[in-house]
Each structure stands twice: as structure tokens, then as C-alpha cells.
């Protein structure tokens, strides 16, 4: 059959909609990916750019915090490519997500595909699903689109073979990224030519790792070009260690089973040698992966094999069973950005096929194993040279016209409209942006210089971020905005993201002079706590918490502010005045039982958390393990002579892994 290209839905057991946080991400949060990594271990002459591009928010971005374990059969809408070798199935909703590539000659399928669509709090913006192939872009710990739409449209080429193309404008870096899909005719490989443009004037930190989920095969093996490899060293900071031993961890890591707590390796490919990474099962089959030069680094992720980490995989998945990432990146590693000039255009192309091989080739001596696969990626390569082919298929493919077949966010429109006002060049001459109502608020005050009359009990609907739009901001305070409460929020926002305190603060105080509102009141209440001014803090937080009892964005972030400040009767007062579901919600319950084992009531928190169902708290975070302290705390409280070594958390609240990954 010739290649196809379909949109349509499928059926798969998900949450029904993932919501957004009512409040801005402009606090600092637990971002395992963006811990500190001390690289004194590496030598001056590796080349990386360890730390460069942190960021500690997912500002302007909403979190999307609110979701649950009550799944339901539900039709999403998807893209499938087919052709006689290959089906692959992309989901539009969640940032194009490569979800399942089918060999069709042999009825397996090369990705591991989760049977749920289950989010837990593992990326940036929290939510975060496992399975298939993700493309993270931007920034460190998840792409910002991993839980969202993308625009999909499809083009041709010129012999009518399809091309599925997803793309969007990336507000943290402002560039647009683009990704083109397709299958040729006679040929068991998917094609993916990336393209990342950036349109800014200035050098920026940029990232992209795609993100592959495959099937944790019993007796498995990974194969890497590399004989070294990048790793965060469990005793302490970035250290090289040896492929396929691992010198420091004593066993042969390519046999992924032998990992033990959760570990990342990031393999130093040589410069000169084909960029690939595979998984192959027992009988010499699986998935390969491999690209043009542009994708430097590969890496396995394995979460472990102790009781912590397989607590991960269980709340990710029903019965889908183990899976570990195979990953491949502009960088050499995930501890890093890496700078990408100004007015640049970076291409390439990923190809996704099946390995099927010789058992005993694989699975003697690790030389062998890189020769044989070494070969098939030459045969590939003769057939189709990738960096010949990224060239070629610039016009072709990458600025080909398209027919936009579903939108996603207007704030490519929005840049769109803010450099025509500067008089700078668009995002893009060939990606179409429309203007959609999640912008309609910031074309207001471009065209007006204010904001329409907001409702202050209405959640801002959106956030922006950049000196151009402080500067707007700024002159609407001085002119048709400055009795515009709504105008010295967004203000007071952008003056904390880009911590200029005291200027935030008096704005979130004339907000709330010209109306009274629960977004300034939490506003202030962080500013005080980022100073220092304790008291004040809290006396901010109970005001908006007073003010917004049934919004939980609010409530848990400002139950947060006195958990951490210790305000534990605090905390017990002010959960009797929420909400019946803000009440019922596992993580405010979770600070309310801190507050008990804090203030003497431990059996209290004890039959919380042993009461039918305890306390399943859905978005812990990857680092956070306050559920697992807690229990720890309450058990050694009514046990006070048991050992460390002799205490044993249940299942359910261990969430602990010796070594936190990056994944």
C-alpha cells in the first residue's frame, strides 16, 4: 500500500481533561532536573555547558495541577501513518506524542504504549504521562507541550507521499518548533525532520531530548556506539564511567536489569561515528533509533529495581508492566542547555526501525553487539545519508505548504502582532498562528494600552513574559490602565518573575487598593515570604485563602506557604473553613496531617493515613517524598524504639530512590 496519513480518534483509558493552576508558577519548585550538579569530576576538556539555561519555574506557563486517578474510556484525537511495514500513531492533545509504531510484519510493537493515559507530577509543568516516543523541547524537565495540543496539519511531497506535521510557538525561549513525519513507500523506517527556529536577536539556551519509551525486555540489552558514559555519581557529582562496566557501580549496564536504584547514563559517542541508540530483546529483535549528526547525546534511563522506584512505575501505568527510556539529545547531556545563535535555524532527522538480528550477536561481547548494529546503520545510511537528507529536504518538506487540520494556542499570533508593533521580523514566514480567545486579553491591551474590565473573581485566564511586555504594562499603569486593578496584577507578576521585589510588591498593593482580589493577596503573601517578613506572609495567604475557599490552586499553594513556615495550628484552623472538595483533597489532607504529627495529635494523622484508601496523593513530585516522610514520622512517633534499618514503608507511601533521576 502507498503511505497514508489519517486524523481521527481513538479510544484509550485517560483522565478527562487535565486542568490548569489559577495562580502563576513564579515561586521556586522542586525541579529534580535542574538540581545542582557539581561537575568538578569532568575534565576541562568534555565541553559542556553544565547548568546553563536553569530555570526554576514553568512561568508563563500554568501548572496543570489538577487531575486525578478516575479514569474512564475516552476518545482522543490522533494522527496515523501507514504503510505496508509501519503504523504509527501520534496524539495530537499531547504534544504530538509518538504513542505506538506497529511492525507490521511482525504484529509487535516497537514502543512501549502504556494502557493508561495516567499523569503524575514529573515535568515542569507537573503533569506527565509514560509511554512512546515524547519530544522535549526548550527547556530542562519536560517540554511545556508534553499535556498539551500542538497545531497538526498535513502536506505532501511532490510524489504524493503524506507528511503528518505538528508545530508551535515556545514562549519561555520564543522560537517555533516544527516536526515533520512520514513513511516512504518501500522502507520499515519512520522519518522525523525537526526544526527549531529562532528569530530573536540574542544567543539563547536551547534543548531538545525525544524521549523513548521502550519495553523493559527480560534479559534485554542496550546498544550504544560509546565506551563511556556521563553519570550523576551516587557519591556525589558528575563523574565519567566506562561502558558497558560501569566502574563505579561494578556491572555491565547495557543489561539494564542489573541497575539498581534510578540512574541516568548519557554515552559520549564519538564525533565521528554514526548517532544511534537500540533495545533488543532476547531473540536479537527490538527498536532502533538513530539520527543525523545533529542529535549528539543518547541515554538510558532506567528507574530501578527497588521498591521506591517500582512505586514509580506502578502509579504510572495499570497493567502496561516495566519500561525504560532510551534518549536522544542536541546535547551530550540533561544536565545542560546548550547556546543556540541568534536568527538560527537548527534541522535534523530521527529515524525509528526495527533491529532484528542474530541472537548470539547481541548478547556475547559488547564489541560484537556495536558491530552488528554498527552494519545495519551503515546499510541505512548508504540507502539514506541523514545529514545529506536534512539539506535536501529543507523546501521539500521543512517550508512545504500545509493544510492546518487542528489549532492549538494563539500566542504565535500574539508574538506575531508584539513584532509588528516593534517593527521586527515574524516567528515564521511558512507556519500559520491563528488568533485564538486565550490571547484576547494581551491583543486588548496592545490595541488599547488596558485590559478590558476583569472579573477579579475569575482566575487570570493567561500570562505572558518579556521586557517588551513590562514595558507595555508600565506605560498602561501610568495611562488608561492605571485604575485597572487587572493591569498591576499582571505587573506585580512580571516584576516577581524577574525579581524586582519591592516594584512587585507596590504593585500587588495598588491592585488590591483599587479591588480588593485573591490573586494579589497570594502575590503578596509569596513576596513577604521570598523577604523574609514571615508574619506578613501569612497574613496575606489567610487572606486569600478567606477570599478563594473553593479554588485549590490557591488554597494549596497558600497551605503550602504556612506548612513550611511551620504554622501547624494555623494549618488545622484554616482546613475547617475550605471547601467539601478542597477539603477532600489528598494533599491538602497530607498538610493537614503534618500539622497534626507537629502539634501533638499523631494518632490523628496516623488513622488519616491508615483509614480505607489513605491518603493517595496524586501529584506527589519526582524529589518531593513528603508522603513517605510523613509515614516515617508518624511510625517512628508510636515507635519510638524501632531502628532506622528495621522500618519498612508500606508500598503505597514509598516513593524514595537513592538517586533521583533526570528523566
Known sequence: MKPSLI??????????????SSVPSICEMINVQNKDKQQ??????????????????????????????????????VAVLENDYLKATFLTEYGGRLWELIDKKKGKNLLYTNDVIQPRNLALRNAWFSGGVEWNLGVIGHSPFTCDKLYAAETTREDGTPILRFYEFERIRKVTYQMDFWLEEDSNILFCR?????????????????????PEYEHGRLVVHATEAYKNSASGGIRKVQVPV???????????????????????IPSDAKKYIANVNNDGYGLLQLSSNRLQGRKLFSWGHIEGSDNWQDVLTKNAGKYIEIQAGVAKTQYECIPMPPNTVWEWIECYTSVDVEQSSIFNEYDNAVRTVDAQVENIWKKYDLDTMVADTKESVGKKKFNLVRTASGYGALENRLRERLGEISISEHLEFPVSDDVKDWLDILEMNTFTHKDSNIAPSSFVVGDEWIDILEKSSKGEGKDNWYVWYQLGVMY???NRLEEALNCFKESLFLEVNKWSYHGTAYLYNEINDIDKAVKYALKAIDLGTDDYSLCESCMKLLLNNEFYELIIK??????????????????????YVNTGNVDKADRMMNEEGGLDVV???????????????????????????????????????????DN
Open 7 to 20: 486524523f481521527t480518534n481513538n479510544y484509550y483509558e485517560c483522565e478527562e481533561k487535565i486542568e490548569e
Open 40 to 77: 568538578n569530576f569532568l575534565s576541562e576538556d568534555e565541553g559542556l555547558h553544565i547548568g546553563y539555561g536553569k530555570i526554576v519555574g514553568c512561568f508563563p506557563y500554568k501548572e496543570q495541577n489538577q487531575y486525578t486517578t478516575d479514569l474512564k474510556n475516552r476518545e482522543v484525537a
Open 194 to 214: 525537526m526544526r527549531i527556529d529562532n528569530r530573536n536577536s540574542e544567543m539563547i539556551p536551547m534543548y531538545w531530548w525525544s524521549n523513548i519509551a521502550v
Open 246 to 268: 560501569d566502574n563505579e557501580a561494578g556491572y555491565d549496564i547495557t543489561f539494564y536489569e542489573n541497575t539498581i536504584s534510578s540512574v541516568d547514563y548519557f554515552f559520549d
Open 496 to 498: 516577581k518573575y524577574t
Open 574 to 595: 484554616t482546613y475547617h473553613i475550605l471547601g467539601e472538595e478542597i477539603q477532600n483533597n489528598n494533599r491538602i489532607k497530607m498538610y493537614l496531617a503534618f500539622a
Open 619 to 661: 501529584d506527589i513530585r519526582e524529589g518531593e517524598i513528603t508522603i513517605t516522610e510523613l509515614w516515617e514520622e508518624i511510625y517512628k512517633l508510636k515507635n519510638p524504639d524501632v531502628r532506622e534499618e528495621d522500618i519498612r514503608v508500606p508500598k503505597k507511601y514509598n516513593y524514595k530512590m537513592k538517586v533521583y533521576s
